[in-house]
């Protein structure tokens, strides 16, 4: 409990730009949260390099994912978002935790194995340990609730797991946390092909909606969205493509696909996608100009980022300070 609110803690990581589907599945599902309760939003950089960064591009991205937090409508003052880097307690727990979480534990993160296949030329140990990072993260905030996307309940468990483990030796220590799963439906699929979920990595171009996308390339993108030979908008899983569609229009717009289905009856596939298209753009305009102006306010934006660091920090050490002493360190 912070204020009287409960805890919750996300990131996302800095590297390329993000998606249509990171804004629907995660984003705007934050912003939607981020009254409720106490927030701690982190743009994960420590996490990044367990995959080899460019240095310029890794800060490039990492200052332009902190300026869409706060473009998108997370709030910097009432709330806390920070660079992971920025708080060194992150590390300093996660060599902690490390000590209480089981290589066998480790090896069965399935993102892991997808992981090393991808990159087999490093497989690095922090990839390995990536997920007691993240647990790291999750825990030195005592976080109730954790908004993660469904390839990420194997790290939610871990962390659970850790927290349970370490309670069990030393007393009550840490939150136990919950994952948070968001609306069913915004998972948001490929638009080339419907049976993939949309992500950055896509080799065709047309399969993803970048966040940057300007409008004319949004509008030229849905044009060449896959659909079907039925010719009827409806959300089946016999039209994936039509599905994904109304998945997308409905998370843009807060609607239900029935909603969605009665309002495209009697209008045919052409009509609907501008209309898809016209919802996606109504969304990320206004937050692209946001952001492009933050970015344009230097000194605004680092007064912001040295302000919440220093908060996140805060609270940060309230944990650590509490761990180290339990697990035997001297006091400083
Ligand atoms: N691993 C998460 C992802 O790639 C990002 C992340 C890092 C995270 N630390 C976290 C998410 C803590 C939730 C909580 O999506």
Redesign the pocket.
Known sequence: MLEGKKVL?????ATGTLTLGNYLGALKNWVSLNEQYFCFF?V?DL?SITIRQDPETLRENARNLFALYVAAGLNPEQNCIYYQSHVSGHAQLSWILNCFTYMGELNRMTQFKDKSKKNSENINAGLFTYPIL?AA??LLYQSDV?P??LD?TQ?LELARDIAIRFNGIYGDTFTVPEAYLGKIGTKIMSLQEPSKKMSKSDTQTNATILLTDDSDTIVRKLKRAVTDLEGKVAYRKEQPGIKNLIDIYCAATDILPEQAEKTFANKGYGDFKMAVAEAIISVLEPIQKRQQSLLKEKEYLDQMIRKNAQKANEHAQKTLVEVEKKIGFPAK
């Open positions: 803690f996300s990131g996302m990581q982190s994960v996490h993240m993260d999750i954790v993660i996307g990420q790290h």
